[in-house]
């Protein structure tokens, strides 16, 4: 009896405060505990909602936080967003929707503890994954590296997060619980000697008593761990729980479990199929979690919108994303309730009680907080924008010297104009150039063709020239990448250009040297110059024959800034159709609103009605390529962001295309083990080859489909390749339908995405992936997906590897 007394006692001090109570104003502590993190002493299951302020307007944070708390959250997962604070090197700027101290205090107001994830690197679908692009003006530097400018910007920044945050950490009396260091470095590389240093420079910037941790996935932590650092893993909806946490359950038993990201949704990229993820298997794995004690934070509880410029892209190849970071995350882009929202608000009312780690069950629920009221949206009738203004009219600087990039020519983003002289070529011929991203050639101001580097183009055609034509390039930049190593992305044209014909059987290629570069940056004040008509490059090319001429007459008349006016009585959010126009930037009364692309998904762009006012408004809208209809738009009060307009599906089988593998000898055929995890296939002997042919002939489940998550080759040394250059040359059947399925899902370096044939399209399965070159491989590594029993993964497969390409591509 006493001892039953004794365990009731114990097990009552140990119930946990996950309670929805105000975060207190004095000093407190958080703390590792077993298997267990303890706030004030007392056991506490995180449940944190992943916000990032700068993607929603300051004056909603307060709706924001309050939907987060009436999902029966009571912690904040934030990111810092290093490049929107430090715009230019050595200008900070925590003031507005940059105003994190405010963003945090504002969090205790209501209750909320908060996790800061200071990066330097954050990932998030940001520009440059967060770091400020002129970092990239040291050519050289080593990005995410102890390069010693890297070290250097990155402690300068650090401390300034550290004046705004230091003082607001839990044992200062604030409700900063934990910050974390660096962010999924596993996908980068390994350094532990360079996360250490981030480390000490978070401890030296006033982070020096509050519980720091590192966040991965599952198969990659190890690589870059640290011993006096917390682990928690980063996985997505409809994962494998316990496989997830197995590997940090063998090498650290007693640590508190935390899921730091567990995916709601996904985010969006031009000319790919809006990502949704189905509640029930959200709400399955934060339930599943909640019933272990597992922590979590719900990565995007709300995702908000990539204002401006500040979408970043993905890679391998370049995918940027979209203006709207939706996610398909519980509470939407305008802060409303989605059908996910309710379902796991119901789920979580029955975790809103306290947990008792000792019997592993949750107290009595309490009343979750009332739902605040959402915003109201406006319908805008359709309007005109009829001023026009030419882009190469807001030109603001102009060099003649070699090509530049925009870096060099000190200038974040926008675009560029590059010209120079032809020479004659009295045939057709070839145009290379790396632009970075979206190119367009005119000669003599006639529209020629583009190059998009999401299409992997590098060249096209050029007519016949006279000596003494004009070669007009326009590049505009889009999102930097924010993933793997491809995140040191310059803009603009990247090398040489090179125009090669064959002249009188003579193989000939010329590199102009001789270049005007003219810098656009994306701002709106540029916008306005442009209307007021300071057009700085004209007058540079009054000296150059013809040339306001040409520009004048030419495709790149219609390219450039369009403005209307819309009169409101009443405002509210609102989302601007864009349908009738090309591609571009959106400003309305000076708010960088995002891009717009026809080719979708998304169509029309959220505008919140705070940055809306009585009376006249003004929309600009830059259009780089022209507008497709008439010169208007409408509001609406529902979002477009699911509607595709491309000329040809995403999928990879081009018409015609029947792989013919007769007389091929595969290299190595085999049987996978079923099962979740990574698995490794060693060839018999080197192989060389530039294509490789997966051949999946039935799947462990008998289902007439299959899927495969990620997949890598491995070198000479037996090490993973890069696949930087990898594209799907072909797939014989892609699942466009369910979700965005393609075959590049096998190296898009995110483990939870994957490729998937269609249900009922009969085996055997391929995929031919073209790495861009001959490379010598010793064996390959193979992920199925990772939800529980790995579904639709191969059983039997071939491989093939060829230096040509196979017969019927
Ligand atoms: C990773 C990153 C996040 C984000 C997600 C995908 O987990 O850490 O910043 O990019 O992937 O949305």
New binding site residues.
Partial sequence: MKHLLFSLAFAASFLCCNSLAAAPAQPGSFKVGNKTFLLNDKPFVVKAAEVHYPRIPREYWDQRIKMCKALGMNTLCI?IFWNSHEQQEGVFDFTGNNDIRAFVQLAQQNGMWVIVRPGPY????WEMGGLPWWLLKKKDIRLREQDPYFMERLEIFEKKVGEQLADLTIDKGGPIIMVQVE??YGSYGEDKPYISAVRDCLRKSGFDKVELFQ?DWSSNFTKNGLDDLTWTM?FGTGANIDQEFKKLGELRPNSPKMCS?F?SG??DKWGGRHETRGAEAMVDGITQMLDRGISFSL?MTHGGTNWGHWAGANSPGFAPDVTSYDYDAPINEAGQTTDKFWTLRKAMEKYSGDYDPVTGKWGAPKKLPAVPKEFPTIAIPKFELNEFAPLYGACASNVEAGLKTFEEMNMGWGSMLYVTDLPDIPVQSVLKIDAHDYAQVFVDGKYIGKIDRVKHETSLILPPVKGMSMLSILVEGMGRI??GRAIKDFKGIVSDVTISAEVLNIETTWKPKAWFNSAIPDSYQNAIQAFEGKQQLIQALEKKKNAINIFIKGGLSKIGYYRGYFNLKKTGDTFLNLENWGKGQVYVNGHAIGRHWYIGPQQTLYVPGCWLKKGQNEVIVLDVIGPRGEQTIEGLQKPIIDKLNLDRPQTHRLEGQNLDLSGEKPVKEGEFKSGNGWQEVKFDQPVSGRYVCIEALNSHNNREYCCIAEWYMLGANGTRLSRESWQVAYCDDEDIESGNKTGDKIFDLQESTYWSTNRGVQFPHYLVIDLGQDQTFTGFQYLPRVEAGAPESIRQYRIYVKSSLFKGL
Avoid: I, L, P, Q
């Fill in positions: 990111y954050v990932c998030a679908e962010n999924e966040c980063n990201e995916w996904w985010f990565y924010n993933f």
